[in-house]
């Protein structure tokens, strides 16, 4: 079960800047929790208003407060999209990949894009195990062929373990600072359409620029990530 929405006119438009993607014309951005698609990639979605974005959420569908505030964040961007309920209770149990996957899936109106974003392995700060789940999910179905994508960027960012607030890594396939409107707007998607407080982890951690690995084959991912979990 998914809540759907149609877009309205977005508020910021800007030229997509040099780490567009050619000939895009579809793109998915998977996340865990309405939000995440603001604070990690907001500004990619914003600078790009000519790509057809399907955003999605995996959880919180059941709070009635945060699904509508989604909806009304997939506005802002001039999105489709939809939103599930898979548990995000504080005890954080571990999901069978099998349900996550099959949900990623019930929620994409289509298992061919030009560009996915979703997060990466180890999430984007320490730790959030619906974050790792949704990353492993999306990466697994992209592997087996289930979902296929020219391209897939997983976000990157890092708090050193939890010693600071979430930052963009800086040597990371892709790294962009974007103009103040844009930064002004991912500001007031997170205060004004989600209506979190200014001084709120999630206003705080608000990155001033974006990151991404990106991969246009499955076996440049297969090789990043084996060579990453050698380095761990």
Not at 213 to 221: G, I, R, T, V, Y
Request: proline share 7%; with cysteine; aromatic share 10%.
């Amino acid at each position: 079960m998914s809540i759907l929405a149609e877009p309205l006119a977005p508020k910021v438009q800007t030229d997509p800047g040099p780490i567009q993607t050619a000939l895009v014309q579809n793109a998915a951005v998977i996340v865990a929790h309405p939000d995440d698609e603001t604070l990690w990639s907001g500004g990619m979605i914003l600078t790009h208003p000519n790509y057809q974005w399907f955003i999605t959420a995996l959880c919180r569908q059941s709070d009635p407060g945060r699904s509508q505030k989604f909806l009304h964040a997939l506005q802002s961007y001039q999105s489709t999209g939809a939103i599930a309920d898979l548990d995000d209770g504080v005890e954080q149990i571990p999901l069978p990949i099998k349900n996550v996957q099959k949900t990623i899936l019930d929620l994409l109106p289509e298992a061919s894009y030009d560009l996915i974003l979703t997060h990466a392995p180890g999430g984007e700060y320490t730790t959030h195990r619906r974050h790792e789940e949704v990353s492993k999910a999306v990466i697994d179905l992209w592997l087996a062929g289930m979902i296929s994508s020219k391209e897939l960027w997983l976000f990157a960012y890092q708090d050193n373990h939890g010693q600071h607030l979430p930052k963009p890594i800086e040597t990371a396939h892709r790294y962009r600072t974007y103009p103040e409107a844009i930064l002004q707007e991912k500001y007031r998607i997170i205060t004004e359409v989600y209506g979190f407080d200014p001084e709120s982890w999630e206003v705080r951690a608000i990155p001033q620029s974006e990151a991404f690995w990106s991969f246009e084959s499955p076996a440049a991912l297969m090789s990043w990530l084996v060579e990453n979990e050698a380095k761990s």
